[in-house]
């Protein structure tokens, strides 16, 4: 079973070790006390016993075994003590005086057990009693004391260090689980804002609470750092847009004279080919300044104002229809699998741009006789577009490549093309929010575009 995320945090783990060691720290603490409790209160029962013991050896030896008895009798009469253990027996083991029955004699101290009968029902229980045991010439006698007591204090000890250790480790675990909520929901305000800037949202910046902490300080530098890239990269974007506008002006004129020119009739026939060279090539030029131009448009995110619910079963139907005679034109087979009522929020011209950059693209780069697949699937994970063909394929050391602009793989750049056009598929499929990526279609590419899920 997989825990929960903030359980499996490094504050909660942090928090659990020191809970762990706490509670270390409190058995080992508690086991010295209940070593000290309990020796100090066993010698407080030898030093009372033994004291009893020698006032009535004294007794004994001044006065003989009569008067023993009889303190004996004394102490445990109705009015003597009755916590204590008392045996006076003879040298036939007959009980001369005492509550305790005749015992083998022993000198020194030993552990006793008796059964102590039930008030009610039941067998009783079994009381320990530390006795010192004197022989005399005629006699033994035994001082005992019950060592119950002794037994309730650990007892009590045992139960506050069990609930003061539960109580403790319960703390310390929701302590730390708090703690570790408290710090994933930063981290992942952090991991959201990290996943919209890698989206291509330079404008996101990582949430910071004010209270100076570790987080914070972490919080204030990236945000440092992303201001600095946003300038760089609003600077280069910038620069490449005004290139991109201040050149396209001349290149248009440069073609309407190229075509003045080729449509002169003095023209010969080599002159006219040097034309229509000079004039394709500057479509070309014209083709990249335009593709460039729109991934500077889609950037820019402006065109998100204009989402609307888009029928993308309706869009890729028409994309199929649209590219079925250009397949068929160049020898290959171009076929759809669409689920019906497939909607997403987007902007429906980008959109087509980029179903039909996806098919022009397996169109352009893979010979005839290649069978081309377009299918659109809607499930719990979102909406998967995919566009797959038979043909040769893509390294797969160049399948992330693909997606950089201007880049050509070195099959295709004998074919026709920018290398701008899955670059404007992928900042399209950005700008929805979509994750597009480059697969081995066994044989053949396949390129899919997963678009989230509603309300991710």
């Known amino acids: 079973m997989r825990l929960p995320k903030y359980l499996r945090s490094t504050s909660f783990r942090i928090a659990a070790a020191y809970a762990g060691l706490f509670a270390a720290s409190v058995v080992f603490l508690f086991g010295m006390a209940y070593g000290l409790i309990s020796r ?27 008067h023993l008895a009889y303190m004996v009798a004394a102490r445990t009469g109705p009015a003597g003590r009755a916590d204590g253990a008392y045996l006076f027996q003879d040298q036939a083991g007959t009980v001369l ?12 101290w030993r ?6 009968p039930a008030a009610g029902r039941g067998t ?5 009693i530390l006795g010192l045991g004197i022989r005399f010439a005629d006699g033994f006698l035994m001082v005992g004391a019950s060592l119950r007591r002794i037994g309730e204090v650990q007892r009590l000890l045992f139960q506050t260090l069990n609930w003061t250790l539960g109580l403790t480790l319960l703390l310390a675990l929701v302590g730390g689980a708090v703690v570790g909520r408290g710090a994933m929901r930063r981290v992942e305000a952090i991991n959201r804002t990290t996943h919209d ?3 291509g949202n330079l404008s996101r910046r990582v949430p910071i609470r004010g209270v100076s902490d570790e987080l914070d300080d ?3 530098n990236i945000n440092r750092m992303l201001d600095r890239i946003e300038v760089l990269m609003g600077n280069l974007r910038q620069v490449t847009n005004d290139i991109a506008h201040d050149l396209r002006t001349p290149l248009g004129r440069l073609r309407q004279r190229l075509e003045k020119a080729r449509n002169r009739k003095d023209q010969g026939e080599e002159e006219c080919e040097v034309l229509d060279t000079a004039i394709a090539e500057t479509d070309a030029i014209l083709h990249t300044f335009a593709a460039l131009l729109s991934i500077a448009e889609v950037e820019a995110g402006a065109r998100q104002r204009r989402f609307a619910d888009v029928d993308l079963s309706g869009l890729a139907e028409t994309i199929v229809e649209a590219y079925e005679t250009v397949a068929e034109d160049n020898g290959q087979t171009l076929t759809g699998a669409i689920g019906d009522g497939l909607l997403c929020r987007g902007d429906r011209d980008l959109l087509t741009q980029m179903m039909a950059n996806l098919v022009e693209n397996a169109i352009r780069h893979t010979p005839s006789g290649t069978r081309i697949g377009v299918s659109l699937a809607g499930g719990r994970e979102g909406i998967l577009l995919a566009v797959g063909d038979n043909g040769p394929g893509v390294p797969a050391d160049d399948r992330d490549r693909i997606f950089r602009r201007l880049y050509r793989a070195q099959q295709s750049r004998t074919t026709p093309g920018t290398g701008l056009g899955l670059a404007l598929v992928k900042v399209i ?28």
């Not at 005086?97 to 020194?108: D, E």
């Not at 552990?111 to 102590?116: I, Q, S, T």
């Not at 990526?437 to 044989?443: F, I, M, W």
């Open 40 to 66: 100090e209160m066993e010698q407080q029962v030898r030093a009372s016993v033994g004291q009893e013991a020698r006032l009535l050896e004294d007794a004994y030896r001044e006065k003989g075994p009569a």
């Open 111 to 116: 552990e006793l057990e008796v059964r102590v």
């Open 124 to 128: 009783g229980r079994v009381e320990t």
């Open 218 to 220: 972490l919080a204030v």
């Open 97 to 108: 005086a005492g509550n305790w029955p005749s015992i083998a004699p022993f000198a020194g």
């Open 197 to 199: 800037i890698i989206r």
């Open 429 to 456: 499929a950005e700008l929805h929010g979509a994750a597009v990526v480059a697969l081995d279609n066994h044989p053949g590419l396949r390129v899919e575009v997963r678009f989230p899920a509603a309300g991710r």
